[in-house]
């Protein structure tokens, strides 16, 4: 029973937000639930404040108006260090790992950084970057990665800061079309073996069918649809914008 009932909460819950750069306004009057053991896609075309959603509930711009909750917390004000201890994790579309250190050393940062000790970060590291699949690849310089190893590395630095939400921004985004399968499954055990909440930006519809449970979509700040991700794909709004995928 508890079980049924943590699954109907929002880990997250996002009112009213409002977010303006000069004279842009990025988002206005966003609301947003993501419900606790679902995954979370977020769309809309370029510029429709996606990313700016991200980065709010990272906590590296600030809104001018509304509030963040994680889980009974209102986070709003909150630094993002401080949210990254509370359970939040992000991966850029980017990758950024330190490309002079091996897979490991990566991980084992993230660890470290938490006030762990260097042989248990170790140990610890390990078993994240097991979990992504890059074993065989402990030892090697991140530069050496292709997109999609480096992107399997992102998670595991996301792992290793203990996450129970994370935000994945366009993780399938250059990698090569044989490898995508993998990242998707990849994400779906984090969720089904570690239990984390995903929120996901991710341009591609055909990969978002198979990861995102629930979805809203953004048009110039605002929210214009919300629902399941069936729904929200089937919408008009949505199907215009992203028909050149085929998918939608
Ligand atoms: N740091 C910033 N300074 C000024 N304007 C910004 C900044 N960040 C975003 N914007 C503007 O806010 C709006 C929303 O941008 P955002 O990057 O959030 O959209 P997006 O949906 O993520 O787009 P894309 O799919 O192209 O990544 C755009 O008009 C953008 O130009």
């Known amino acids: 029973m508890q079980f049924r009932r943590t699954l109907m909460e929002p880990l997250l819950q996002v009112d009213q937000l409002t977010v303006t750069f000069g004279g842009i306004v990025a988002l206005r009057d966003v609301d947003l639930r993501v419900m606790s053991g679902r995954t979370t896609a977020i769309l809309g075309p370029n510029g429709a404040g996606k990313t700016t959603?991200?980065?709010?509930?990272?906590?590296?711009?600030?809104?001018?108006?509304?509030?963040?909750?994680?889980?009974?917390?209102?986070?709003?004000?909150?630094?993002?260090?401080?949210?990254?201890?509370?359970?939040?994790?992000?991966?850029?579309?980017?990758?950024?790992?330190?490309?002079?250190?091996?897979?490991?050393?990566?991980?084992?940062?993230?660890?470290?950084?938490?006030?762990?000790?260097?042989?248990?970060?170790?140990?610890?590291?390990?078993?994240?970057?097991?979990?992504?699949?890059?074993?065989?690849?402990?030892?090697?310089?991140?530069?050496?990665?292709?997109?999609?190893?480096?992107k399997r590395l992102e998670l595991a630095r996301a792992l290793a800061t203990r996450p129970r939400l994370l935000l994945l921004d366009e993780v399938t985004g250059g990698v090569d079309r044989p490898s995508i399968p993998e990242i998707l499954d990849l994400i779906r055990r984090l969720r089904e073996e570690r239990g984390i909440t995903v929120l996901v930006v991710e341009h591609n519809m055909e990969v978002l069918f198979g990861l995102a449970d629930d979805a809203i979509f953004l048009n110039r700040g605002e929210v214009v649809v919300r629902g399941s991700m069936q729904e929200v794909a089937e919408h008009d709004a949505v199907r215009r914008i992203y028909l050149g995928d085929g998918d939608a």
């Open 53 to 150: 959603l991200f980065n709010a509930v990272a906590g590296v711009v600030t809104p001018s108006s509304g509030r963040i909750l994680l889980g009974d917390a209102d986070i709003s004000a909150e630094r993002p260090s401080i949210r990254s201890k509370r359970g939040i994790a992000r991966t850029f579309q980017i990758t950024q790992p330190f490309s002079g250190l091996t897979v490991i050393e990566n991980v084992m940062v993230a660890i470290v950084s938490r006030g762990v000790g260097m042989a248990e970060a170790r140990d610890e590291a390990a078993d994240y970057v097991d979990f992504v699949g890059l074993g065989a690849k402990l030892d090697a310089p991140a530069r050496t990665l292709s997109t999609g190893q480096r």
